[in-house]
């Protein structure tokens, strides 16, 4: 059974603190491990894919790194607008995508 | 949201009551699933589908139906309705493997 376990449930930071959010995952034949971010009242936005274990991707202040057990979801100078719940998932064989709990992040200004 | 449709956006229903929620994308995706979101307890799976005519149970199908008659189109149905299916659902939609899966703006649904 596929499953997704996201740490810490919530995390609060000062503007300019950097930080992660942490992914732990199990999945039989990994298609692909998704980070999203998700606002109040809205869909979840696309953000990264992961696809193995060594692989990084960037964009603006975060930045996604995977092995073969975790992904870390690491936040640079946050700005208050980075404030949202982010969500991790993995695609394995079954090709359905299995979610986590989402750590809702706050970045005070 | 790449094309992904949810409607309606909000709707109250009576216990006992039936009705079908719409997801409907036009970029021709492989794949399209029905989530449910409650406080606390993240996105769930309810069903899936990764072509027409296939679909799937996920971890929270019980209460619901689906079909997958055309591409376009991946319909959830509450037969009826209980106070415990009161939540927001998402529709989302994507190739297969590992490419990105989109989601819609949601549905927000309550049982009274």
């Known amino acids: 059974e596929d499953q997704v376990t996201q740490s810490p449930e919530a995390l609060r930071l000062q503007e300019g603190e950097s930080s992660s959010l942490n992914c732990s995952y199990t999945?039989?034949?990994?298609?692909?491990l998704f980070w999203y971010r998700q606002d109040p009242g809205k869909g979840p936005e696309f953000l990264f894919t992961?696809?193995?274990a060594g692989e990084e991707k960037e964009k603006e202040r975060l930045k996604a790194t995977l092995t073969k057990k975790e992904s870390f979801l690491h936040i640079t100078a946050p700005k208050p607008e980075d404030s949202a719940t982010y969500l991790c998932a993995v695609r394995g064989g079954a090709q359905k995508l299995v979610f986590g709990q989402g750590t809702r992040l706050t970045i005070n200004p | 949201n790449a094309g992904v449709t949810q409607t309606p956006k909000f709707q109250v229903l009576k216990t006992g009551q039936s009705m079908t929620l719409q997801c409907a994308q036009d970029m021709n995706h492989e794949y399209m699933s029905w989530y449910r979101q409650d406080p606390g307890m993240g996105l769930r799976l309810i069903h899936y589908s990764v072509g027409a005519g296939i679909t799937d149970q996920g971890e929270v199908p019980n209460g619901y139906n689906v079909s997958r008659s055309t591409t376009e189109d991946f319909p959830l149905r509450l037969l009826s309705a209980a106070p415990s299916q009161t939540s927001v659902y998402f529709c989302?939609?994507?190739?297969?493997?590992?490419?990105?899966?989109?989601f819609g703006e949601g549905s927000w649904l309550t049982v009274v």
């Open positions: 999945v039989s034949g990994l298609r692909g």
């Open positions: 989302a939609a994507g190739g297969g493997g590992g490419n990105t899966i989109y």
């Open positions: 992961l696809y193995s």
